[in-house]
């Protein structure tokens, strides 16, 4: 019995290193190179140190989050660019996966395919019962894009939008908040919002575009920056929330999570971080310290 399991196990193990080894890395490219904290690896978890790199999920967006550049082959972005700085502090190589969809993230983190996951990821109270957090990107504000053509009033709550179409992408925290709004509509006896679910942003962004759907709900930093690059759209809607803030996520007491949030603190203490925001104009959401787990909803 003791052997079977031994056999188990292993094979377990055996099949995870596979995993690794077999899905190819993405290759990115990163806007600011930081240098190692020797101090700082020691909080690395022997086993990645051993495999030599740790494996960061992602699902490409659009700018400046995650997204593919010209080329379709290198990403690029917020995402790449803190998470790169911080495997550059802690003096171990980070190797990037695809998820090929928002939603896959979550599984990919519980089956150990990624042991880090960056892409817009709000931490919040549900999610917290199954994944782990660390900050790192203030979530307080949400866009509403449409087209210019639309003539539509400037608005910042989500009754504007009662009786109308909005969309927001598929496992986001924007596609329950487009519901609970439309709950409040009836409530309020007008009209429910029809939420339209797309499988990512660029295709809600598409459908804005060519008029399937008049509005699409996201985070304020990816709309603002399609509005200003996409000719037909603006952004019309600005809504401040409450969110808890944009997370690196990890699978549940991951041993990773003391490194990244250390490393995550010393770039925000030497500017480093600043850096990167600044230079996809997004310094408006920084952070003044990563916080972990129940922290972040303290």
């Known amino acids: 019995m003791k052997l079977a399991q031994g056999i188990t196990l292993f094979a377990l193990a055996l099949s995870a290193h596979t995993a690794f080894a077999a899905e190819p890395a993405v290759p990115t490219d990163s806007t600011l190179h930081v240098s190692a904290d020797p101090a700082l690896k020691s909080l690395v978890p022997a086993q ?7 494996v960061a999920g992602t699902n490409p967006n659009t700018p400046p989050t995650t997204f593919y550049k010209e080329d379709n082959k290198t990403l690029a972005g917020r995402e790449i660019d803190i ?34 996951a960056l892409s817009n990821i709000n931490a919040t109270s549900a999610r917290a019962k199954i994944i782990d957090f660390v900050s790192y990107y203030d979530a307080s504000r949400l866009g509403i894009i449409s087209r210019k053509d639309a003539g539509l009033a400037p608005f910042t709550t989500l009754d504007a939008i009662c009786g109308k179409t909005a969309g927001a992408g598929a496992g986001t925290t924007q596609v329950t908040r487009l519901e609970e709004a439309s709950k409040a509509c009836e409530s309020a006896g007008k009209k429910p919002i029809n939420v339209a679910v797309f499988p990512d942003r660029p295709a809600g962004v598409q459908a804005v575009v060519s008029g399937r759907v008049p509005m699409f709900l996201g985070p304020y930093e990816g709309l603002l920056w399609q509005a200003k690059v996409i000719k037909p759209l603006t952004l019309s809607g600005e809504i401040s929330v409450k969110d808890a803030p944009v997370s690196v996520a990890f699978p549940k007491d991951s041993a990773l999570e003391p490194a990244v949030q250390a490393a995550l603190n010393s770039l925000i203490k030497d500017g480093s971080y600043q850096k990167i925001l600044a230079n996809w104009g997004i310094g408006f959401g920084a952070v003044s310290a990563a916080k972990r787990n129940q922290e972040i909803f303290q």
């Open 83 to 116: 998470m790169n700085a911080v495997g550059e502090r802690l003096g171990i190589q980070v190797q990037w996966r695809d998820t090929g969809g928002f939603d896959n993230i979550i599984p990919g983190l519980k089956t150990g395919r990624y042991d880090v």
């Open 48 to 54: 990645i140190v051993q495999r030599g790199y740790l």
